[in-house]
């Protein structure tokens, strides 16, 4: 299945394989969760907070507050300083997940479960905060 100009090899599933399992995860996306989960353990709790709130307004794209308190987090002040490796880490995060399927989004909140059951109870209460607004 070709999922537009760019895929790898990994990608593509034979016709045989039936539609009821989903498609292997390709070994890049599982390697790249794995890096991002490596990070995450060394994230001080403030960072941590900011990767929330990043992962909520991307579970939850349409809702306006996330939007905002993302808006919130940007600064104009440094500008000239170069990125620490936490801001380098997330820049690689959203775009690697951008690049994620659904199922392989849903596999990282999973494996992320795993590692911090508590990050991901409040990942959960924070989308579910998000109901009902606009």
């Known amino acids: 299945m070709n999922k537009g100009p760019c895929f790898s ?3 593509i599933v034979p016709d045989n394989i039936s539609n009821s399992s ?13 890096c991002i989960l490596h990070w995450f353990a060394s994230w001080s709790g403030p960072q ?4 929330l709130q990043d ?3 991307k579970a939850v ?4 507050q996330p939007l905002l308190e993302s808006l919130e987090q940007l600064s104009v002040s440094g500008a ?9 880490q997330l820049r690689l995060w959203d775009q690697w997940f951008r690049g ?16 911090d059951p508590d990050f991901v109870a409040k990942f959960y209460q924070a989308v579910a905060a998000t109901t009902g607004k606009e």
């Open 9 to 11: 090899v990994n990608q």
């Open 22 to 34: 989903p498609p292997p995860m390709s070994y890049i996306t599982s390697q790249e969760m794995k």
């Open 48 to 51: 941590r907070e900011r990767f």
């Open 55 to 57: 992962l909520v307004a």
């Open 61 to 64: 794209p349409g809702k306006l």
């Open 80 to 88: 000239n300083r170069p990125p620490c490796i936490f801001e380098c």
């Open 100 to 115: 994620w399927a659904e199922q392989e989004r849903n596999e990282f909140v999973r494996q992320l479960e795993v590692s």
